[in-house]
C-alpha cells in the first residue's frame, strides 16, 4: 500500500504542468552543448591554475645504479681492469629568478582564456534559454488557438440544439439542419488539427529539454500578459547596454587580449633568462679486487652540495623568436576584426529584432481592432438571422472572419511578445 502510494504520488507529480523556469533549468541541466562549454572552462581554469604554480620552484629526486665491465675508474682516480658498480642519490630544485616576464605573460594569457570560456558558456545558456522560452510561448499560442476552435465548435452545437427544437415544433426546415451539420464537421476537423499542432510544439519543446517522452507533457498557462510590462525598448538603449553586457562581445574581448598577451610572450624570448639551481647528493662506489667502505661509510662520506645560478643568454636562434612576434601581432589583427565583426552581427540582430517588434505591435493593434470589429459583425448577423433577414450563409460567413480575426489576434499577440522578449534578451 505504501509503494502504491508512492507510486501515485509520483505519478502524479510527473503530470504536474511545467512553468517556464522549471524548463530552462531543465533544458540547461540536460544540454549536451552545455555541458562541452563546462568541461572547456573547467580545462580553461586548470590552464590558468597551473600557470600561476609555474612561479613555484621545482623539486626532484634521483637515484641510479650502475655497473661497470672492464676497465674503471678507482677512487684514486685511476683506470683499473676490473669491474666495479656505483650508486648516487640525489635531490635538486631550480627557481627561475626572470624569463622575460614571459611566466607572467602566460598568467595573463591562460586567465583571458579562462574568461573567454566562460562568455562562450554564458552565450550558449543565453541561447538555449532563447530557444526555450520561443517553445514556451508557441505551446501558449497553440493552446489559445486550440480553445478558439473549441469555443466555435461550441457555439455550432448550441445553435444546432436551438434548431433541433424549431425543426420538431414545425418552425424550420429540416434540410436547414444539414448545413449546421456540415459546418460542425468543418470545425470538429479545425480543433483536431489545432490539437494536432498543440502536441507537434510540445514535441518540440521536449527535444529542447532532451526528456525522453513528451506524452505527459503540459505547461503552466501564465496570467493574461499586461501591455504594461511589454514596453518596447528602443535599439539605441539595447545596444549600447548589449555592447557591454552581451557574452559574446565580451568573449571576443578577451580573445583580443589574449592575442596581445600572445605578442609579449613571444618578444620575452629576446631576453636572458636567469636561473638558481641547487643539488644534494651522495653515492657508493664498490671496486672488485679492493677493499671498499662500507655503504654506510661512503654514503656519509660522499654528500655534495651544489649550489649555482645558469645565465641563458640568447644570441641567434635563426629568427625564430622574430617570426613568432610576427605571426602574433598578426593575431592581433585578426582578433581586433573579430570584436568588430560581433559587434557589427550584434547591431545588426538588435536593430532588426526592434523593427520587428514595432511590426509586430503594429500588427497587434491592427488585429484587435479586427476582432472589435469582427465580433460586432457576427453579433449584428446572427441578430439578423434570429429575425429571418439573413442566411445561414451570411452568418457562418461572420462567424468564420471571427475565427480568423481571433487567430490572426493571437498570432498577432505572442509575435509581439516574443519580439520583445528577444529585445530584453540582447540588453
Known amino acids: ?25 531543465t533544458a540547461l541541466a540536460n544540454n549536451r552543448n552545455v555541458k562541452q562549454h563546462e568541461l572547456t572552462k573547467k580545462t580553461k581554469e586548470i590552464a590558468y591554475q597551473q600557470a600561476r604554480q609555474d612561479l613555484l620552484p621545482d623539486l626532484n629526486a634521483s637515484a641510479s645504479h650502475n655497473w661497470n665491465f672492464g676497465r674503471s675508474l678507482a677512487v684514486d682516480n685511476t683506470y683499473q681492469n676490473t669491474n666495479s658498480f656505483q650508486s648516487s642519490f640525489g635531490i635538486s630544485s631550480s627557481f627561475t629568478l626572470f624569463d622575460g616576464l614571459k611566466m607572467k605573460y602566460n598568467i595573463d594569457a591562460r586567465k583571458s582564456e579562462m574568461y573567454a570560456s566562460e562568455s562562450d558558456l554564458e552565450k550558449t545558456k543565453q541561447d538555449i534559454m532563447m530557444s526555450v522560452a520561443a517553445g514556451f510561448l508557441q505551446i501558449l499560442l497553440n493552446k489559445e488557438l486550440l ?53 507537434l510544439s510540445l514535441l518540440d519543446l521536449a527535444q529542447i529539454l532532451e526528456l525522453d517522452h513528451f506524452e505527459d507533457l503540459d505547461i503552466v498557462t501564465p496570467e493574461n500578459f499586461s501591455e504594461a510590462e ?47 639551481g641547487a643539488q644534494y647528493g651522495t653515492g657508493y662506489y664498490n671496486l672488485n679486487g679492493i677493499v671498499n667502505k662500507s655503504f654506510a661509510d661512503q654514503i656519509n662520506e660522499n654528500m655534495s652540495t651544489v649550489v649555482g645560478f645558469n645565465l641563458r643568454i640568447p644570441i641567434f636562434n635563426k629568427f625564430d623568436v622574430s617570426n613568432r612576434v610576427r605571426t602574433a601581432k598578426i593575431g592581433v589583427e585578426s582578433s581586433k576584426l573579430e570584436v ?25 493593434e491592427a488585429a484587435k481592432k479586427s476582432e472589435i470589429a469582427s465580433r460586432e459583425a457576427f453579433r449584428f448577423s446572427n441578430q439578423k438571422y434570429e429575425a429571418g433577414r439573413a442566411t445561414l450563409y451570411e452568418l457562418y460567413q461572420a462567424k468564420s472572419n471571427l475565427t480568423q480575426a481571433l487567430s490572426e489576434e493571437a498570432q498577432a499577440k505572442y509575435e509581439y511578445i516574443f519580439r520583445v522578449k528577444i529585445l530584453e534578451y540582447y540588453k
Open 1 to 25: 500500500m505504501i509503494l502504491g502510494a508512492l507510486l501515485a504520488a509520483l505519478l502524479a507529480s510527473a503530470q504536474q504542468p511545467w512553468t517556464l523556469q522549471q524548463c530552462v533549468d
Open 230 to 276: 511589454l514596453k518596447l525598448l528602443s535599439a539605441d538603449e539595447v545596444l549600447e547596454s548589449a555592447l557591454t553586457h552581451r557574452p559574446e562581445i565580451k568573449g571576443a574581448e578577451y580573445r583580443l587580449k589574449n592575442s596581445e598577451t600572445n605578442v609579449s610572450i613571444a618578444k620575452s624570448d629576446f631576453y636572458p633568462r636567469l636561473s638558481f
Open 340 to 364: 568588430d565583426n560581433a559587434k557589427l552581427e550584434l547591431k545588426k540582430n538588435i536593430q532588426q529584432a526592434y523593427y520587428n517588434a514595432v511590426s509586430a505591435q503594429s500588427r497587434w
Open 147 to 199: 480553445q478558439i476552435s473549441k469555443d466555435q465548435l461550441e457555439l455550432t452545437k448550441n445553435k444546432i440544439e436551438q434548431r433541433k427544437v424549431l425543426v420538431q415544433n414545425g418552425k424550420l426546415a429540416e434540410g436547414e439542419m444539414y448545413e449546421l451539420y456540415a459546418q460542425q464537421s468543418k470545425e470538429e476537423l479545425s480543433r483536431t488539427q489545432a490539437e494536432n499542432t498543440l502536441k
